[in-house]
């Protein structure tokens, strides 16, 4: 096989957005994917994109756990077990990775995220993480990272109202987030009833709601690469679907038109990655190995690798391809699987008699937020926990075979049951937060034992509950949204803090952060703040995969300015003297 | 009158197959037998349809169930198509239209599970890949886990369901006298009551999971898309007012607290070039028209 400048191992977002910079920079890149190649026209077209089962319930977008999956327990003294099924979180396959299934909600996380820990020590004493909290700071700043958020908002049309340009607050924006350059590139999108009684009920409340920013276009938006994408239609098919109007940012909406008539990029779908492959010294890739459609195995050698998979898949393949020092538990030693973090989620559903909120309507991240209980937004002095989420009332689309909420009492099943599914359907909505995971020294990634996949490699082990940060944040946010809901009128609410365990069984996000982390000390970090691995220079680890710890936001906004720095360092310095850049 | 539609059911099982038409007749109005009869497809799959087709389509009375509101009847009465159950032996398929009927009765609000083609939806899923466990992690070893680690049992859903039914059946036999299908609704729920808190003990696997199964089951094949073979009519959509295949709402989503009321979309519907709400067909054409703005715009 020819050897190439660059080969991508996983074809999203991180991918896409690097082989766009390294291709204009002249270099030749050919782009691994696993999964199928899939465009919006034909394959994300209605009306069989609309089909709640074969996509939402049957994964259709989704990593097939039959090939390859992960092992789970809650710590180490228990027997990690495959997830057999997916359930917790459910990894994108295919060209446009996760980035094809996401809902849209794209954030920049707070100033404070980027310094947890000194600023959490610097504010309430040390005392405050916990001995066994190795939560770190990223070694990047939301300052340095500004100009990088900032592009990747005008790559995808996000659409929302700026809270803090250039240090002046903004009523009515998020006037907790950090200063913006400028406004976003697109209004916020219209507001729907239940997003209107939520930021009313939130403003009785003396919170600062908002309109919350989203990647699914308020309007038809040209891009800053030219591309022409489509106004949201709020059809309700978002999450866990493909978006055929283009108004879901993606790799394809955004960026693969001119990927696909690039010269210097070649596309190989149904290509699995199989190790990295070393020189004698260690210190030096010399391209991959994969198995072909046909399933076999292929060197491709290449001067620059990029594992630009999901972040689990990342971290997978740096242990199988002995990339780094594994990460031992028992020590403290070791930094590949160190760190694995999450997302909480803290909320549930209020109920109402004779209104009709139409929640089928809506787009994955249309919706009402608030950020007081957010990050170190709020005077955490005598609560023993840092961090917290942001608060979201958001109308993502209430396709029935997920959503048939029936108030507290209701039976599970017969008459009643239905009769309350018929009364409660559009009668109801949901409020979640999503909130910020810490990093505790019990927590990680490393290979099973035991467990292979359909390739006979050991699978990847995830060893992880929730910590004291967790639950005493998500009860305090659960007693705000329960505020919220008195203060709505509602008729019944059933909200939901942490449970005691963390289970890998029902659904709560596919925001897997960590395990191979970014940082300043080759000692607790595998990768320096261009997500370049410490151990092996010319292989970047790319994605969430490098958050030290998890905000109390989605991901993929700060993994696309993350990309565009690397992409920019690469560019502007790598090329000219390749080696470390940190 | 359960228990006699069952032994009616059961003896035509065992009997010819021109059964379906007589019983037909008795619950469906003059105007649709003429109809049905009326259409030479539809005979010629009746007179095709295999043994097991006959549970498929067993006719409800949905008049008789539930008189306070003929407009909920499905439009094409059960058995309008050439449907057969392809993985349920006949014990099997007798049972599972006897459980969901109780899991989501016919009522006012809409005709019940079974009669909305959920045992068809059911059988369609295990004898395709999602019962084959086509999806899942299938090696062992095999180890009983925590609650956190979800489910670990060596079982397909197929053959979850086929142990599940077996063993139910043999708690009836034995506490009853009679398999479950034969049961009244009251002894029905007590039992579907039994599995769902695991109180019946079975030998193969837990009872509540197997309750699991047959109701997340149940309750997808209410609210799936007809093409699946439940939500017959999109009779699960209408009860809520879900409008199915999604339209273009950018006008409506402004309309705070006005009920958005059509005639619900299936995929068929829109792929046979049915009359749709014109949201719906707006939406088709507008994604088009974007695409081809994109492409134009390279």
Known sequence: MKSVDAVMVGVGWTAGILSRELTKAGLSVVGLERGEFRNTDPDFLTPGMHDELSYAIRYKLFQDASRETVTFRNNSKETALPNRQFGSFIPGDGLGG???????????????????????????GAAVLGEDCTSQDWGVTYAELEPYYDRFEYLCGISGKAGNLKGKKIPGGNVFEGPRSREYPNPPMTTSYSNEMYRKAALELGFHPFTQPTANNSQPYKNNEGIQMGGCAYCGFCERFGCEMLAKASLQTTLWPLLEAEPKFELRTNSRVMRVELDSSKKKAIGVTYLDAAGNEVFQPAELVFLTAFSLNNVHLMLLSGIGTPYDPATGTGVIGRNYTYQTGTGGTVFFDDKHFNTFMGSGALGGALDNFNGDNFDHSGMDFIGGGVMQQSTTGARPIQYHPVPKGTPRWGAAWKAAVAKYYNSSFTMNAQGGVQAYRGNYLDLDPTYRDQFGQPLLRMTFDWGKHEHKASEFIAGKYRQIAAAMGAKDAIINSLAPHYSIVPYQSTHNTGGAIMGTDPKTSAVNTYMQTWD?????????????????????????????????????????APGPLA | MASASAGKRLAARKGATHWRIDSMADSVSRKGFVSLIGSAGIAAAVTQAPETAVAAVTPAAPAAHHPASPHAMPAAPLGSEPEAYAFFNDDEAAFVEAAVERLIPGDHLSPSAKELGVALYIDQQLAGGYGAAARMYTHGPWMPGTPQQGYQLRQTPAEAYRLGILETNAYTQKTYGKTFDKLDAAHRDDVLTGLEGGKIVFESIPSEVFFNFLYGNTVEGFFADPLYGGNRDKA????????????????????????YRVAPVSIADVQQGKPVAAGHMLMHDMALANIKKMKEGR
């Open chain 1, 98 to 124: 996760s980035g094809v299934h996401w809902n849209g909600m794209n954030w920049r996380f707070l100033e404070w995220d980027f310094e947890t820990r000194s600023r959490s020590i610097a504010r309430y």
């Open chain 1, 536 to 576: 092996v220079s010319n292989v970047f680890a790319v994605g969430a995969n490098a958050f030290p710890q998890n905000a109390g936001y989605n991901p993929t906004g700060t993994v696309g300015a993350l990309t565009y720095r690397t992409a920019e360092a690469i560019v502007k310095r790598y090329l000219k």
């Open chain 2, 236 to 259: 699960g959509w209408k009860m809520i007012g879900f409008p199915g295949v999604a339209a273009n709402y950018q006008d409506q989503i402004a309309k705070h607290n006005v009920p």
